[in-house]
């Protein structure tokens, strides 16, 4: 038996097309009436080692800088959210919850994946060229390898009407 979805997963990379991939979340979600948790991982840079000896300041500095990302990152999602579903109302309370995290985008998926016990991820991602049907993006490639749920690899177009922009 299939388990039923009642949770689903949606990670982004905030890219002008990967509303396609949205689309994708919201009509799964209608259709299952799931719930849809959004993720977006920016990817942090480590201290270098000439930075050591300040490295109290600059901890702080960088936990500073990547607060402002987190609320500003989060901040957009939302506009985001709201825009796509306008025409929806009934379908924003689809969206539980709005999660944007630092770190490595295939753990930071995965622990996300397992603590919010999602039932399947949907990703979108991007063509890379002539060996676009031999190879995922790196991250979704990643995530395969690891995750313990189905996955929805949506292909972005380069080209859709559909678009999170400014």
């Given at each position: 038996?299939?388990?039923?979805?009642?949770?689903?997963?949606?990670?982004?990379?905030?890219?002008?097309?990967?509303?396609?991939?949205?689309?994708?979340?919201?009509?799964?979600?209608?259709?299952?009436?799931?719930?849809?948790?959004?993720?977006?991982?920016?990817?942090?840079?480590?201290?270098?080692?000439?930075?050591?000896?300040?490295?109290?300041?600059?901890?702080?500095?960088?936990?500073?800088?990547?607060?402002?990302?987190?609320?500003?990152?989060?901040?957009?999602?939302?506009?985001?959210?709201?825009?796509?579903?306008?025409?929806?109302?009934?379908?924003?309370?689809?969206?539980?919850?709005?999660?944007?995290?630092?770190?490595?985008?295939?753990?930071?998926?995965?622990?996300?994946?397992?603590?919010?016990?999602?039932?399947?991820?949907?990703?979108?991602?991007?063509?890379?060229?002539?060996?676009?049907?031999?190879?995922?993006?790196?991250?979704?490639?990643?995530?395969?390898?690891?995750?313990?749920?189905?996955?929805f690899i949506i292909p972005i177009p380069k080209k859709t009407d559909i678009a999170f922009n400014n």
């Open positions: 038996m299939i388990p039923k979805i009642v949770r689903i997963l949606y990670a982004t990379d905030l890219s002008i097309n990967s509303a396609y991939a949205f689309r994708y979340a919201l009509n799964t979600a209608e259709k299952h009436d799931a719930q849809i948790d959004m993720i977006y991982v920016f990817e942090t840079q480590p201290i270098s080692g000439e930075l050591i000896l300040v490295e109290d300041t600059v901890k702080k500095a960088e936990q500073a800088a990547k607060d402002a990302n987190i609320r500003r990152i989060k901040e957009r999602l939302e506009v985001i959210v709201k825009k796509e579903l306008q025409d929806k109302p009934a379908v924003m309370d689809r969206v539980s919850s709005i999660q944007v995290v630092a770190g490595d985008p295939t753990v930071e998926i995965l622990k996300k994946a397992a603590e919010l016990k999602s039932d399947i991820l949907v990703i979108g991602t991007h063509s890379k060229g002539f060996v676009e049907h031999a190879f995922l993006g790196s991250v979704a490639q990643r995530l395969l390898q690891r995750i313990k749920i189905p996955v």
